[in-house]
């Protein structure tokens, strides 16, 4: 009878001992759940703040100002790039007191880059202070032939130029290039008359 009773006793003690295991786990797991869920919840932040930025260092643009008369590798270096700060520096420029006094170096220009794309786009102006109009050029890769059009195809940097009276287009055009709308910018730019198009001297 005693060792029927500590059998029982025992078998007892086992299944209140899994059962108190068992609820333990139970108990425990919504704070894991939780946990889990704050762990998935700061990755996903994590990520997000990763993406943008690299997107945000790969986007960067730079930007430099060329005053009449300077050589042609003469550059004002400026530093990064933003739309609004273009905007703000094309407004500001005295483009008209800048027009025609190149002496054969550079008209006025502000340049912006991107080296994500290997493009660069620019804003120059030709004519006098009583009548000028805007250059807006583009500079990026391209495939040609060499040797006058019968060679191999070799990848160059090439330069076209358009011609504009409406400063709003230079604007225009500009945003589109900050905000990486190239195929637009290009559709936009091809409605402008040509002012020039050749291989970059760089």
Do not use: C
Not at 147 to 158: A, N, T, Y
């Amino acid at each position: 009878m005693t060792t029927k009773y500590n059998k029982s006793l025992k078998q007892e003690n086992l299944q209140l001992a899994v059962f108190t295991a068992f609820n333990t786990l139970v108990n425990y797991k919504f704070p894991l759940s939780k946990a889990l869920a704050l762990n998935m919840r700061n990755s996903i932040i994590l990520i997000i703040l990763l993406t943008w930025t690299i997107n945000v260092v790969a986007n960067t643009f730079t930007y430099d100002i060329q005053k009449a008369g300077y050589d042609f590798e003469q550059y004002d270096l400026k530093g990064e790039a933003t739309y609004p700060l273009f905007v703000k520096e094309f407004r500001a420029y005295p483009w008209k007191d800048q027009v025609g006094l190149s002496n054969e170096g550079t008209e006025p220009t502000i340049s912006v880059k991107s080296k994500t794309v290997g493009t660069d786009l620019f804003v120059s102006v030709v004519g006098n202070a009583g009548e000028f109009a805007y250059l807006i050029g583009i500079v990026k890769p391209k495939k040609i032939k060499s040797f006058f059009g019968l060679g191999k195809m070799k990848e160059v940097r090439w330069v076209t130029i358009y011609v504009t009276e409406k400063s709003s287009d230079v604007e225009d055009t500009f945003n589109l290039f900050f905000n990486m709308q190239l195929n637009k910018l290009d559709a936009n730019l091809k409605e402008l008359p040509i002012f020039l198009e050749q291989e970059a001297a760089n």
